[in-house]
């Protein structure tokens, strides 16, 4: 059964810092890892998708690197803002186009003005 | 494109009643739809995968019988929590896989049901 961890659970840092985020997963046999933003009470934002043949994706800010033989995926924000603020949840698919996501309990993010 | 919506966002009802959620994919067809739990400060958990056009199936301790799901669409899922007690009070997402992206999911707002 897949397990998916991250650490840390909470980071409180000052805004303009370059963070990293770190996801790892128990079965390297993974079809592709998501990066995902949930803000308080709401749904989930869909940051960055890594397919299991990549090791890295970049959206503005954000790049997230994949190496699934060690199971492990990094989330790196650079020059964070307040509006960074949030939890931030790595996903992996295990079983393709049939299987859900297992999720990890997600990173609570908190940037300082 | 790939936008997910959930109807109701939130809902209140009472012990014993049932209540319905339901997801559509707004701009493209969905073969398969996902359904997660999320309780306060814990992750999403997987409750079942449903195709379109046949019987869903439930991760291991989701009662079928309490969480019907009916998939009766392409674009368009529903989830029945049925005899609700407060023990069910969280909030529901469903999830939709399609669109350009092989194996991507797009997920809905979320519903936050609360059982009094």
């Known amino acids: 059964k897949q397990e998916v961890t991250q650490i840390p659970a909470a980071l409180s840092v000052p805004e303009g810092e370059n963070l990293v985020l770190n996801c790892s997963f128990t079965d390297s046999a993974i079809y592709n890892l998501q990066w995902f933003r949930q803000d308080p009470g709401k749904g989930l934002t869909s940051l960055l998708l890594?397919?299991?043949?990549?090791r890295e994706q970049t959206s503005g800010r954000l790049n997230a690197s994949l190496d699934k033989s060690s199971g492990r995926s990094t989330l790196y924000i650079a020059a964070s803002q307040p509006g960074d603020s949030a939890t931030y949840l790595c996903a992996v698919n295990s079983g393709g186009g049939a299987d859900g996501l297992t999720f990890g309990k997600g990173t609570h993010l908190i940037i300082q003005p | 494109g790939a936008v997910v919506s959930q109807h109701p966002s939130w809902v209140i009802c009472k012990s014993g009643t049932s209540v319905k959620i339901e997801c559509r994919s707004l701009d493209f067809q969905a073969t398969t739809m996902f359904w997660y739990r999320q309780f306060p400060k814990q992750s999403l958990m997987l409750m079942a995968t449903?195709?379109?056009?046949?019987?869903?199936?439930?991760e291991q301790g989701v009662e079928k019988d309490k969480f019907l799901i009916n998939h009766a669409s392409l674009t368009l899922s529903t989830l029945t929590v049925t005899s609700a007690h407060p023990e069910d009070s969280s909030f529901y997402i469903c999830?939709?896989?399609?669109?350009?992206?092989?194996?991507?999911?797009?997920f809905g707002p979320g519903t936050r049901l609360t059982v009094l």
């Open positions: 999830s939709a896989r399609g669109g350009r992206v092989v194996n991507e999911q797009f």
């Open positions: 890594i397919q299991s043949s990549q």
């Open positions: 449903s195709n379109e056009g046949s019987k869903a199936t439930y």
